[in-house]
């Protein structure tokens, strides 16, 4: 046969107008649904949603006794509080709480008479060492955005939340077929000549590294009709098919010739040493590539060209991992007792690398699944300053968190759909939230360790929301405050609300437990308001101490039982089936600084606001007006 010379096309591309061709032409991965104790490592394809809370009842957090916290004020070390058995229960870690109990005191805590009295020489204070619905993640709340890979502390969280199936995406099957007449199967008694064929155990190694099921077919003597079969053979059976040695042009290298048999040739030779011979082919949306039989260049091209399409696949982008530096947002303090550590959340804002810890409850599997990083406290260490420039473990690659918009302050669902489709058009994007409350945001963002906040201030002199909190917080400008939504606010009752509730009025009826909001958030100043306005003192609400930090957690609590009204959104009501008792309308916007506006990742969440998808999502959750989304409403 006539041999051509082969091509130089350099690297980049080479590997980009193959991935294009391949893209083109339809190549895509799959979808299917596996049990999730078994979808470690997969790839989700659509976001997945908690199905039940975790946790799912008021647990113990300790052993001890269960008690109303109420009986046991005005215990001191000279005045101690005795209780007899009647009065408590006695409850091990995990342990549903008893009725008309609110709060567990340690074993350790309790000293006991000979008459079985339990002797106090502290008070309880309500909801201590209790677990409450919800704590690690509530029902309904986005678990994990669609093309996320599944840790295994993601498995333990939705296993956690009562997912039992997961959809991902299908791993792709790679084929590899080794050819030529002085390839044998490796021995330890090789004969002159022979060469033994060991690749194969090295690129299923990588394959099965990135994801893919690898499967290693008969090695093919030199023969174009026979590496024809094997090629057709293989193309039957899997997504990609790797074609082994035969890339040159030496005369009995037929890889070209065959791949021209049964599809297409993009190129045959890519500028790089090694791995020049590499042949880019593919049959209708199946990727053909003819690998280099030297085991070092066929390592390379699978690095450049295979992996980058693997990734196509699986919508993700390249990351590597390492430690580094990032300064505390917030104090974290520890005992002296024990080396500790702590989940943190990590982003790149203002040019520095801030990290926010999580929470770290021993049961809030979440947090570690939200984790980029573990910022270690070592024993004798009191813990560290706000501030403080700490050295981190990468639990994500730091490329990743370059990438990683950080929006702080008050909670709503529409910041996890946002999420999930700026991931949806970036892979290399990811959005992280943290559940603040306004004001947490508003200084977050003066402090510059955030790119965003999630606002919605009641000013209560006019009834405008949120601008004269900007003119207040930042006097030289500087931000913008981006539209978002309306949002109905209202109360959260049972279903068929049983106590008969109407308005905020009803709770300080006797009999009536509230379920609120922490200090500082937008809808804590709105009950406040609403209270003041109504003439109502705040300190007869039982309840109104007991803070959640989201509404879908407010929302929980009530489903479950152990609240009878909160202040929230609709669409934590509809999410929970409950009852909805409308209050009034208020504007949740976006706080962006000047510092932020003009970067990618803050044009590419505008895009997402303004997009159809978020407004069919946004109003599939129900109780907003969507109007002009990622519209500029006021510049400071």
């Known amino acids: 046969m006539a041999f051509e010379y082969l091509t130089n096309i350099p690297l980049e591309r080479a590997r980009e107008e193959y991935r294009a061709w391949m893209s083109q032409a339809g190549f895509a991965a799959g979808t299917e649904e596996v ?38 004020y005005g215990a001191t070390e000279t005045t101690p509080v005795t209780l007899p058995p009647e009065a408590f229960r006695m409850v091990d870690t995990g ?45 309904r709340e986005m678990l994990l955005t669609a093309h996320t890979v599944v ?21 792709p099957v790679v084929g590899f077929i080794p050819t030529g007449d002085e390839i044998v199967p490796p021995t330890a008694d090789p004969g002159p000549g022979d060469i033994l064929e060991f690749n194969s155990a090295i690129f299923s190694g990588m394959l099965a590294q990135w994801g893919a099921e690898p499967r290693v077919f008969p090695i093919v003597p030199d023969r174009l009709e026979e590496i024809v079969r094997a090629l057709d053979h293989a193309l039957e059976q899997c997504d990609i098919v790797l074609l082994g040695a035969g890339s040159s042009a030496g005369r009995e290298d037929y890889a070209a010739a065959a791949i021209r048999r049964v599809g297409e040739v993009l190129c045959h030779g890519i500028a790089i040493k090694p791995g ?35 990734l196509d696949w699986y919508h993700a982008a390249p990351l590597p991992g390492e430690n580094c530096q990032a300064v505390l947002s917030r104090p974290v303090v520890s005992g002296l007792k024990y080396q500790e550590f702590v989940r943190v959340r990590l982003g790149q804002v203002g040019g520095k690398l801030v990290a926010s810890p ?3 409850g021993s049961g809030l599997v979440t947090s570690f699944m939200k984790a980029d990083g573990i910022l270690t406290i070592p024993q004798g260490t009191e813990g560290y300053e706000a501030g403080t ?20 302050g008050s909670h709503d669902p529409l910041l996890d ?39 919605h201030l009641l000013d209560e002199r006019d009834g405008s929301y949120n601008r004269s909190y900007l003119e207040r917080y930042f006097p030289q400008g500087d931000v913008r405050l981006v539209e978002c939504v309306g949002r109905t606010q209202g109360l959260m009752v049972p279903k068929g609300n049983p106590k008969g509730l109407q308005g905020v009025e009803d709770l300080c009826r006797e009999g009536i437990r509230y379920v609120n909001r922490q200090k500082g958030s937008g809808t804590r100043v709105l009950i406040d308001y609403l ?79 303004r997009s159809g998808e978020f407004r069919r999502r946004v109003e599939g959750l129900g109780g907003y007006r969507v109007e002009h989304p990622g519209r500029v409403r006021a510049v400071f």
């Not at 659509?46 to 957090?61: E, T």
């Not at 039989?293 to 066929?298: D, I, K, R």
């Open 35 to 72: 049990p999730t104790a078994a979808a470690w490592g997969r790839t989700t394809s659509a976001a997945v949603y908690a199905a039940i809370c975790a946790p799912h009842y008021l647990a113990s957090a300790m052993d001890g006794i269960a008690l109303e916290a109420a009986r046991t």
């Open 389 to 408: 420039l700490a050295e981190v473990r990468l639990l994500r690659p730091a490329a990743e968190l370059e990438n990683q918009l950080v929006i702080t």
């Open 276 to 310: 020049k011979p590499a042949i880019l082919g593919r049959k209708k949306d199946r990727p053909i590539l003819g690998v280099p039989g030297y085991p070092v260049s066929g390592i390379l091209v699978l690095e450049e060209i295979l992996k980058p399409l693997l």
């Open 531 to 609: 209270c003041k306005k109504a003439g109502i003192d705040t300190a007869c609400i039982s309840g109104y101490s007991r803070e959640e930090f989201t509404h879908t957690a407010v929302a929980a609590q009530i489903a479950a039982g152990s609240g009878d009204a909160g202040l929230g959104i609709l669409s934590a009501a509809r999410l929970y089936g409950l009852d909805f008792l409308p209050l009034c309308q208020e504007q949740y916007d976006l706080l962006i600084p000047d510092s932020a506006w003009d970067s990618p990742m803050v044009r590419q969440l505008l895009e997402v606001l």
């Open 151 to 171: 840790t295994p502390a993601a498995v333990g969280a939705m296993l956690a939340s009562g997912v039992s199936r997961v959809p991902v995406l299908k791993k």
């Open 95 to 139: 342990d549903p709480v008893p009725e008309g109990c609110d709060a567990v005191v340690m074993i350790e805590d309790v000293v006991w008479g000979r008459d079985g009295c339990a002797r106090l020489h502290a008070p309880a204070v309500p909801w201590q060492h209790i677990r409450q619905i919800g704590e690690d993640v509530c029902a």
């Open 417 to 455: 759909e946002a999420a999930d489709l700026l991931h949806l058009r970036d892979p290399s994007l990811r959005m992280c939230s943290t559940h603040a409350g306004s004001m947490g945001g508003i200084m977050a963002v003066r402090r510059g360790e955030a790119h965003g906040a999630g606002i």
């Open 358 to 360: 999580l929470g770290r």
